[in-house]
């Protein structure tokens, strides 16, 4: 005790367990008799040797320090309870609770950190069985359970330390101050326990160990001692939420030194050491994350210790706390000036806004988003001033464009509930507003100028009345003197009136009024007006600002819906249901725009797709199903129907599907809408159960025949939308199997009233009408071709009865049209029956099999009857079964081609109308109808196609209408799955379309030529450089279509098919001479699908070997820019400079742009993976190029010097260049044409002028291959290297069209391409 230590003897632990008897015993008796050596040593070494002691040893010797404790804070009140004290009895206590208390830290220091391995231990390995650490723990659990446990000890022990802390401890060592080394016990028996993970989970055990603290810090000035050992324990991050509860709780017991002490020690944190060691930054940012959840105040008024770390901190996480904290602080500024308004506050919030508007453009993705995510908080607690909404709103928006797609999700958030939080109305259309706006302006305007009328009226009187005195008094003395006599006067009189008006009011029982009280009210009242006005102004102001600034985040976020980020797509979806009942306009335009996403290859977009129109449209009747809530609901369905695009009245009809499916659809509803249909005549609602009936076919089937049947179907057959509806409703309710003689007759009646009904002459709207009755009667009726036959015998014989030169356009128009859809749907029928019988054929093996299994017959039995019963139908395998399919698709086509039937009858007079060779057939109506129906009679014949291709192709390059040449070009596509070896030589015509001026031409030819290529239905060839040019298209949907096909594309036979023909496209690219910009990010693109090694390989000497097949710098620049986008390794960085490719482009380094590109080569090459020898591969390549510059650099500085010595003689001619654009090229030689090389060893071939023949139709005569059915093209291996090797084929080769002018009003020709297997035909 003289020295302030005690050694302890050293006891072996079995010896000290001997012993731990009698030390009970005698602590029992007293606790103040630790203070024997004998006694203490026991219970040290026992303690000492923790992990050495058996569960029993443990409990026993918690207990009796624990109840010894205790003991002595009884004692040490009895010790001071008598007038004088002893002085060795309270040095005695004194000691008594010194050991206590040091053997109680030991003793919580040995069993956390055994709790902690322990735990450790019971986590499952990587390896071994799962059930075995699971069970080894809890049979080591059953052991002991009733023995010992830690868990539950610890909160006893920690406050056990807590109540001898409120004993009068400080008048043990009085009058001087506890030991400091005694007291930093308690501190370091709470930290212990706090530093564990289960002591901080435990609630209990935090609490008293914040007690312990909190009163070291208040009782025994170990405020610095705390401090120290909080900021060593905010390191761990799981004791983050105790330390902040410290804070919380020394905040709250006005301990304010302690809490800005440890503020001020996490401002001193190193920034650099945050920086470096993620998970200290990670527990610091969670706790001061903490602090600002438990306590904003303490955040408040510590905000100047915190802001370096924001400011300057490299650390996101520390940012991203802060800024959370700043979030936190702001909420109760918000509170607090709602209570009491103070300029201090609204400056600080000012102030901190500031901060929050300047980290929105924080370098790291995450802090933008926590930023984004705190204004949300603001928002949701209506923190944010409504003068600083709009801005807050500008700032979303702007961060909707972020790269990241975790800003643009938070960003989505914060405008969702900017929107649903405004302080201005339930409703937010701009139109109302401005509306409102305007009316206040006016409003405020006219209150103005009355309050300055009222102002300026009395004294303009006043001045009337002096000029009328002075013209009365004559002169200005007079005038003075009366004006004297006057004043005396008006006082007198204004006395005795005021004494006459006070006898009359008190008469009255009134009371006199005030002179000028009047006037001063009345312009009291005209300022509150004004400022009431004005207030309103101000007001709408804001509005209307507001919301037009959400006009422009809806617009950007309506692009977000054909983003390629999941994410993205469905954030925008979720924004624009929520904002919808706000009826803003944008809004419900986006709306609308959302339904195509239900075609989304991603089935969480059309989930969300089919929920968010459930909830917009639906959900209402959720709660109210009465009718007029049925009639609203109806009417909003109805408006999203009117003005719809077929595109999204597919789409529409694929939700309604599915919403009816999963019975979302209230029957109310439905029944209401076939109300509208069949009393009210409505067309969106007759559109809507068109797209709805199929999957509730026993709702209205019934229904639809009654209706049939009835007198009321003549007035919906009146109305071309309403006919239309009609007859899909019958098409997706019944089948052929199903429907009644009679209903059948009174369908083929309708469609034949409906055809040759002339009320609707010229009226295009009845075409739709008219094609959905004939599918109709195709898909129902048992003989199609019967009633259709003679519905267009009718109009034939109606049409030539007058005459085909006079007859009315329309009339014809209609013929064609009927004809050609006749003809293409019993095509389909005679192919859907071909089809059905090869499907039987194919199921007929699966069911003969089912058969057996159910009769049980034994195998002999079995073998037996299937032998006769192969006798008897004769072979019956898959080529027999095809053979007869295909008979059957060759009979039907030839009694359509036949010279009596529909084909062969339309087809003389379809030619001479698409011909026009005498002028009369210039109807556009009639134009379009003809050469559309010509199409699809080619589509049916292989002769009627081969016949007119020619035909086709040049009134697509001629004519001016784009419609023609989009119906033209989808047209095209339905040949080439047919007569594929018809239309393979005029591909290179399909392709120009690309080009075209007109924006539906490109995207329809761009549609038909992904369906054709990804297909297989063609070949391809370098032609895919033109698809590949769409992504430069002004059209963006042209260049979302070209980006997608190019990506599925580069899937076909593994990648190597883009591979074989990337050459090819980047000659023909190049060749065509594009603006290198547009050329440099179609190549970036293409590229970025090369990945891997062995292509990269090849692409390199195939690249390097181009160097040599052109003089154009112009080339040069594009292969060395290509070769630059490739993924290098180290194997192709050696191949790069092999001495075979040095030598084609040594020569070409001298270009600045080729140079640079081998500069970002091996820029690429030095950052290979360190254990490879990139770098020295990197630097050999690098020396070679630059010893090859220097090289060619002098060769030009000497053949400059030579032309100059020899007096400006011609030297060698540099290479050519690229000719400018807009430059006049040469004339090519006749009997040329130009020709672009499709790989590199290719030479150029001289190709013959074709001779053309014009017929007196004025048609080319000329006729491409010989007809045959359509089969998939060939993509076998054959046709297409796998590695290295080029295409063998040529590419297909255009001639240039025909200038020579229209004979006789015929078409212009255009020469189809040649071919390789094609022969040329002379024409008939």
């Known amino acids: ?207 008293q160990a914040l007690k312990i603290l909190l009163s070291s810090s208040s009782k025994y000035d170990q405020r610095v001692n705390i401090v120290t050992s909080s900021c060593d324990l905010m390191y761990m991050e799981h004791a983050s939420v105790a330390m902040a509860e410290l804070v919380a709780t ?107 508007r300047e980290r929105m453009l924080d370098v790291n993705a995450f802090t933008r988003s926590k930023v984004l995510q705190v204004w949300a908080h603001l928002c949701e607690n209506d923190a944010i001033p409504k003068k600083s909404q709009p801005m807050c709103v500008v700032l979303a928006t702007a961060r909707l464009e972020d790269k990241s797609a975790q800003v643009r999700k938070s960003a989505i958030h914060l405008l969702r509930l900017l929107v649903q939080k405004n302080p201005y109305a339930h409703t937010l259309p701009l139109s109302v507003f401005k509306n409102k706006l305007s009316d206040a302006q006016e409003a405020l305007a006219a209150a103005e100028n009355a309050a300055i009328a009222s102002v300026q009226g009395p004294a303009a009187d006043e001045d009337e009345a002096a000029e009328d005195v002075g013209q009365k008094a004559g002169d200005e003395g007079e005038v003075d003197g009366n004006k004297e006599e006057g004043d005396k006067e008006d006082e007198a009189g204004s006395e005795d009136g005021k004494n006459e008006a006070e006898v009359s009011i008190e008469e009255e029982g009134g009371k006199a009024p005030v002179e000028g009280e009047g006037e001063s009210d009345g312009k009291a009242k005209d300022d509150a007006e004004v400022a009431m006005l004005q207030s309103r102004v101000n007001f709408y102001q804001a509005a209307v600002q507001f919301v037009s600034t959400l006009h422009k985040a809806v617009d950007v976020i309506e692009a977000l819906l054909r983003s390629k980020t999941t994410s ?44 968010a129109y459930s909830t917009i449209f639906l959900s209402p009747l959720a709660t109210d199903s009465s009718k007029t809530k049925i009639a609203v609901t109806a009417e909003r369905l109805c408006e999203l129907v009117r003005g719809a695009s077929v595109g999204e009245l597919a789409s529409l009809e694929n939700i309604m599907g599915e919403l009816a499916k999963s019975k979302q659809l209230p029957h109310a509803l439905l029944f209401h809408l076939w109300e509208l249909f069949a009393v009210n005549k409505n ?101 199609p071709q019967v009633p259709l036959g003679n519905v267009v015998r009718s109009l034939l014989v109606q049409s030539l009865a007058r005459g085909a030169t006079t007859c009315e356009p329309w009339r014809l128009a209609r013929l064609f049209f009927c004809g050609g859809h006749v003809a293409i749907k019993l095509l389909a029928c005679v192919e859907g029956v071909a089809a059905e019988q090869s499907r039987a054929s194919s199921d007929a093996p699966q069911k003969v099999a089912a058969s057996k299994k159910k009769s ?39 009694d359509l081609e036949h010279v009596d039937n529909l084909v062969g009858l339309l087809r003389p007079l379809l030619r001479q109308v698409c011909l026009n060779a005498s002028g009369k057939y210039g109807d556009s109506r009639l134009r379009s109808a003809a050469i559309l129906s010509l199409c699809k009679f080619m589509c049916v014949s292989a002769e009627c196609c081969e016949e007119n291709l020619q035909l086709l192709f040049s009134i697509m390059v001629s004519d001016p209408v784009p419609s023609i040449r989009s119906n033209i070009v989808i047209a095209l596509g339905d040949m080439a799955f047919r007569w594929t070896n018809l239309t393979e030589p005029w591909m290179p015509h399909i392709y120009a379309l690309l080009r075209d001026k007109d924006v539906h031409v490109r995207h329809n030819a761009l549609t038909v030529l992904t369906h054709l290529v990804l297909n297989d239905m063609v070949k391809v060839r370098g032609q895919v450089s033109e698809m590949a040019l769409c992504l430069e298209d002004e059209e963006e949907r042209i260049q979302d279509m070209a980006g997608l096909f190019l990506s599925e594309f580069r899937l076909k036979q593994q990648g190597n098919l883009l591979y074989n023909l990337l050459p090819d496209m980047i000659g023909r ?80 380094l001298t270009d600045d742009n080729v140079y640079n590109s081998f500069a970002a080569i091996v820029a690429k090459a030095k950052k290979l993976p360190k254990g490879s020898d990139g770098k020295s591969v990197a630097d050999e390549l690098d020396s070679k190029i630059s010893a090859a510059r220097e090289k060619g650099m002098a060769a030009v500085q000497d053949v400059t010097a030579s032309e100059a010595g020899d007096g400006g003689a011609q030297a060698a001619a540099p290479p050519r260049r690229a000719p400018a654009k807009g430059a006049k090229k040469p004339a090519a030689k006749k009997g040329r044409s130009k020709k672009v090389a499709s790989s590199d060893e290719e030479d150029e071939e001289d190709e013959e002028p074709v001779e053309k023949k014009v017929s007196k139709r004025g048609v080319a005569s ?55 297997r094609a022969s040329r035909a002379t024409a008939r």
């Open 1262 to 1316: 000329k006729k491409p291959p010989a007809k045959g059915r359509g089969k998939k093209a060939a993509s076998s291996e054959d046709e297409v290297d796998d590695d290295d090797s080029e295409s063998e084929e040529e590419s297909s080769k255009e001639n240039a069209v025909s200038n020579r002018a229209k004979e006789q009003g015929g078409a212009q020709k255009v020469p189809a391409s040649r071919s390789g």
């Open 1069 to 1148: 690219l190049s060749a065509d001479e594009i603006d290198e910009g547009a050329f440099r990010r179609v190549v970036k693109f293409v590229f970025s699908f090369i990945d891997k090694a062995k292509q990269t390989d090849g692409l390199i000497d195939k690249l390097c070997q181009r160097f040599r097949s052109t003089d154009n710098v112009r080339q040069w620049q594009d292969v060395a820019f290509c070769l630059s986008q490739l993924n290098y390794s180290e194997k192709s960085v050696k191949k790069l400079c092999d001495e075979g490719n040095i030598k084609t482009y040594a020569d070409k």
């Open 250 to 356: 020394a905040h709250a017991s006005s301990l304010n030194d302690l809490v800005a002490d440890i503020m001020n020690e996490i401002g001193k944190i190193p920034m650099a050491e945050l920086a470096r060691d993620s998970g200290a930054a990670k527990s610091v940012s969670a706790f001061t994350t903490d602090v600002a959840d438990l306590c904003p105040t303490v955040i408040l008024m510590h905000m100047e210790a915190l802001s370096p770390h924001l400011q300057s901190g490299e650390s996101y996480l520390m940012r991203n706390a802060i800024v959370h904290a700043i979030g936190r602080a702001l909420v109760l500024l918000g509170t607090m000036i709602r209570q009491e308004r103070s300029e201090t506050a609204v400056q600080t919030r000012e102030g901190l806004l500031q901060i929050l």
């Open 683 to 783: 067309t969106e609602a007759a559109t809507l159960l068109s797209l709805t009936v199929a999957e509730v076919p026993a709702l209205f089937g019934p229904k639809l025949r009654a209706l049939t049947l009835s007198k009321d179907v003549d007035a919906i057959l009146g109305q071309p939308v309403l006919a239309r509806c009609f007859f899909v409703m019958w098409e997706r309710l019944t089948s052929r199997a199903s429907i009644s003689a009679e209903e059948s007759d009174a369908l083929s009646h309708f469609t034949s009233s409906l055809i040759m009904d002339e009320g609707g002459a010229g009226d295009d709207r009845w075409l739709p009408a008219i094609e959905q009755a004939i599918n109709t009667i195709c898909a129902l009726h048992q003989s």
């Open 568 to 611: 993205d797509v469905n954030e925008a979806i979720d924004f624009l249901v929520a904002v919808f009942p706000f009826q803003m306009e944008v809004a419900e335009q986006s709306v609308r725009k959302m339904l195509m996403l239900v075609w989304s290859k991603e089935q969480s977009i059309k989930e969300s797709v089919a929920d």
């Open 1 to 207: 005790e003289a020295q302030g230590t005690y050694s302890a003897t050293e006891i072996d632990v079995e010896e000290a367990s001997s012993q731990l008897d009698g030390v009970v015993d005698h602590l029992c008796d007293h606790a103040v008799n630790i203070v024997n050596s004998s006694n203490f040593d026991v219970l040290f070494a026992l303690i000492r040797n923790y992990a050495d002691l058996s569960h029993s040893s443990k409990s026993r010797v918690l207990d009796i320090l624990m109840s010894g404790l205790s003991c002595l804070s009884a004692h040490i009140d009895l010790v001071f309870a008598g007038d004088s004290s002893d002085a060795d009895e309270i040095k005695n206590a004194r000691n008594a609770v010194k050991m206590h208390v040091f053997l109680l830290k030991m003793m919580i220091s040995f069993a956390e950190k055994e709790d902690t391995d322990a735990a450790d231990a019971k986590m499952p390995t990587a390896r071994g069985p799962k059930g075995a650490a699971k069970s080894k723990a809890t049979k080591s659990k059953g052991a002991h359970v009733d023995m010992w446990q830690w868990e539950t000890l610890r909160p006893k022990l920690l406050s056990t330390l807590f109540n001898v802390m409120q004993a009068d401890l400080p008048r043990l060592w009085s009058p001087a101050k506890p030991d400091e080394r005694f007291c930093s016990l308690f501190v370091q028996s709470a930290m212990v326990a706090l530093s564990s993970v289960a002591g901080c989970k435990d609630k209990d055990s935090r609490s």
């Open 856 to 894: 049980g017959k034994g195998k002999a039995e079995e073998e037996e009857e299937e032998d006769d019963l192969q006798s008897a139908m004769g072979p019956a395998d898959a080529a027999v079964q095809e053979s007869r399919a295909e008979i059957a698709r060759e009979y039907g086509e030839r």
